[in-house]
């Protein structure tokens, strides 16, 4: 399950900045001065620096209570399959 969380948060990440750098390519031409091309790259940048920093922390989070969290959802889906029975 960890492995498949952390693939899953990659994954957006790698999302956000094809994304990010689809958008500013494609509306590139639509700003009308340098000076805006650079505010709009400056922000786009930081967005795309403070996700990936964002979920990079959440990730090492993850590891330190891995066994927590995913302990729980082992322990009642086991229960949930003792009452199956």
């Known amino acids: 399950m960890h492995k498949r969380d952390v693939s899953i ?3 957006f990440v790698i999302g956000l900045w094809l994304a990010v750098i689809f958008v500013a390519i494609a ?3 639509l700003a009308p001065t ?4 650079a505010m709009l790259l400056i922000g786009g940048g930081a967005v795309l620096v403070l996700n ?5 922390a959440m990730l090492h989070h993850y590891r ?3 066994d927590f969290m995913y302990g729980l959802d082992i322990k009642f889906l086991d ?3 003792a009452a199956k029975r």
């Open 64 to 66: 330190e209570d891995r």
């Open 79 to 81: 229960e949930a399959r």
């Open 9 to 11: 948060a990659w994954a």
């Open 27 to 29: 509306t590139w031409s």
């Open 52 to 56: 990936t920093a964002a979920i990079m």
């Open 34 to 37: 340098s000076g805006a091309r």
